[in-house]
């Protein structure tokens, strides 16, 4: 939820303001505002999410992953694809109310479609193949334990590399402006 309505707002009040006369005036790359904000989101998502699964654990009695390592490794990614679409949402998106609600368009059916919130086996056929689009139901099997592994991760890679490729073009109408 933090990618996709904490971070994209921040980047609207920085390229659709005065700022970005800030970065230019100082010589200061116009990515840079991007960069930062991507690591400072996804430095303290992941504070939060290592809390929430160490107090789980606590305070809910719920079992730890098998195999930690990779799924921190699987979260990171996970939360690295969705800070991608975020950005992609707050470069393209230039009006608040509507990054808003379209930010929730692609949160909540990414989350109720993706079998994070309950099994996707519970869903109609057609619901459970669209959830495939979203790149939760990947980053949720990517997960699951012994769920790291290709088949769950070319998807997630491709959105990635698609999302770079679209902040690039929009970074660099934003510095030809």
């Known amino acids: 939820m933090g990618a996709f309505v904490g971070l994209p707002p ?5 390229y659709g303001s005065d700022i970005k006369k800030i970065y230019k005036a100082n010589g200061v ?13 996804f430095i303290h998502l992941m504070i939060t999410c290592i809390v929430i699964v160490l107090l789980a654990s606590i305070l809910f009695e719920a079992a730890l992953p098998t ?39 692609v949160f909540l059916p990414s989350i ?6 309950f099994p996707v086996g519970l869903l109609p056929d057609s619901l459970e193949a669209t959830g495939r689009i979203f790149p939760a139901s990947w980053g949720y099997r990517l997960m699951l334990d012994h ?25 660099k ?3 030809a402006k």
């Open 29 to 41: 790359p116009v990515c840079l505002g991007l960069v930062t904000m991507f690591i400072s989101v």
């Open 147 to 171: 769920g790291f592994c290709f088949g769950n991760l070319w998807y997630l890679i491709f959105i990635f590399l698609a999302a770079v490729i679209v902040c690039g073009i929009v970074l």
């Open 173 to 175: 109408k934003q510095k």
């Open 112 to 117: 109720m479609l993706s079998g994070i919130m």
């Open 10 to 14: 921040s980047l609207i009040e920085t």
């Open 67 to 105: 195999q930690l390592p990779f799924f921190f490794l699987a979260l990171a990614i996970y939360m690295i694809v969705s800070l991608s679409i975020g950005s992609v949402l707050g470069l393209t998106i230039k009006n608040q109310a509507k990054l808003t609600m379209i930010a929730q368009l």
